[in-house]
């Protein structure tokens, strides 16, 4: 079993969309959750950091549910410019801190 | 732009063939990382580098040979790849400890070996 699973899409939607990302992680010793953003041929880059309670960043919502192991990812009125990869990642410590990455949702915004 | 550079930015290398992979951190981070991205498949941690000293990973073929001269710069040594190592590499840089969470990753250099 993976240790972060995401559904790949792509996921279409149009300009104005709402789009709603999810993800889960096996690993119940997991300590922090994000969200990164990778764009075509670029690197990743962190979106945003995800907390138990909530958190909002703009046209951005991440959840947390620990008990169910799952993430997600809500984009309100989404715009051509959010056209990309979405990274679902978790922190862990086995010996050191590392980040596990799952393989990406990507995401089109159309016209 | 991010202050995590990596050269070359494309290679192609025969089996046989040596070469290096170069990354340079400007943000003061004492933890440095090298991953592997192939096609629909997740980042795959290789090394990890924590004030210069390197944390195993005993899951990456001895051909692929880290090193960190200094919290600053980082480089991956290969030797007789195989064309299934062909994908691209990203280096990232973090404060280590327990602010790794935001990593800060280079450009990649994307491999193809022949």
């Known amino acids: 079993r993976k240790e972060v699973e995401q559904d790949p899409g792509p996921f279409n939607v149009p300009e104005g969309a709402t789009v709603a990302f999810n993800c889960t992680y096996s690993n119940s010793a997991s300590q922090s959750f994000f969200w990164y953003r990778q764009d075509c041929r670029k690197e990743p880059k962190l979106l945003m950091s995800?907390?138990?309670s909530g958190n909002e960043d703009g046209r951005f919502t991440a959840q947390l549910n620990r008990a169910s192991q799952y993430i997600s990812l809500l984009i309100r009125d989404s715009k051509l410019s959010d056209s990309a990869t979405y990274l679902c990642?978790?922190?862990?410590?086995?010996?050191?801190?590392?980040?596990?990455f799952g393989t990406g949702t990507r995401l089109l915004v159309s016209p | 732009e991010t202050g995590v550079t990596q050269t070359p930015r494309h290679l192609v290398m025969g089996m046989t063939n040596k070469k290096s992979l170069k990354c340079e951190q400007h943000l003061g981070h004492n933890a440095m990382y090298w991953y592997k991205q192939s096609a629909k498949k997740p980042l795959e941690l290789m090394f990890v580098?924590?004030?210069?000293?390197?944390?195993e990973n005993n899951s990456v073929p001895s051909r692929f040979s880290p090193e960190c001269p200094n919290s600053s710069h980082l480089f991956l040594h290969l030797h007789t790849l195989q064309p299934e190592d062909s994908a691209l590499y990203l280096c990232a840089s973090s404060q280590g400890g327990d602010r790794v969470d935001e990593q800060f990753f280079g450009p990649g250099t994307r491999l193809t070996v022949l």
């Open positions: 995800v907390y138990s």
């Open positions: 990642v978790v922190r862990l410590y086995t010996g050191f801190q590392k980040l596990v």
């Open positions: 580098y924590s004030l210069e000293e390197r944390v």
